[in-house]
């Protein structure tokens, strides 16, 4: 399994941007697909973006148009840049890896089960 360290959370205003990173430990981070995933107090944690080895990416319709994923293999790292951010978008943020042994060029991930390794979280508050 792969260790996953979240940051770049915290609080901003209604219409800021922010961007999380997550960090991953080890040394075949490029052939694993990643996601982010998202858990707002009170409900059940949703999928919010994935992007797998070859770079394709996938998107819940409520972000769609305002997130994007990103990876930097030379840094076994995962992006998620959030703009015009919403009071709706607050919740605790998970990074999530799954190991994917560069099968499925085009294979979209979106389900808790789809990943094996998961991240402690990082909150993400947006004020109105």
């Given at each position: 399994q792969v260790q996953l360290v979240e940051s770049g959370g915290g609080l901003v205003q209604a219409g800021d941007s922010l961007r999380l990173s997550?960090?991953?430990?080890?040394?075949?981070?490029?052939?694993?697909a990643m996601g982010w995933f998202r858990q707002a107090p009170g409900?059940?944690?949703?999928?919010?973006?994935?992007?797998?080895?070859?770079?394709?990416?996938?998107?819940?319709?409520?972000?769609k148009g305002r997130f994007t994923i990103s990876r930097d293999n030379a840094k076994n790292t995962v992006h998620l840049q959030m703009n015009s951010l919403e009071s709706e978008d607050t919740a605790v943020y998970y990074c999530a890896a799954r190991y994917s042994s560069y099968s499925g060029s085009r294979s979209n991930y979106y389900r808790d089960s789809d990943f094996g390794s998961w991240g402690q979280g990082i909150q993400v508050t947006v004020s109105s």
């Open positions: 997550c960090t991953a430990s080890g040394r075949t981070f490029s052939s694993y409900k059940e944690r949703e999928f919010v973006a994935s992007i797998n080895w070859a770079s394709w990416t996938y998107y819940a319709d409520s972000v």
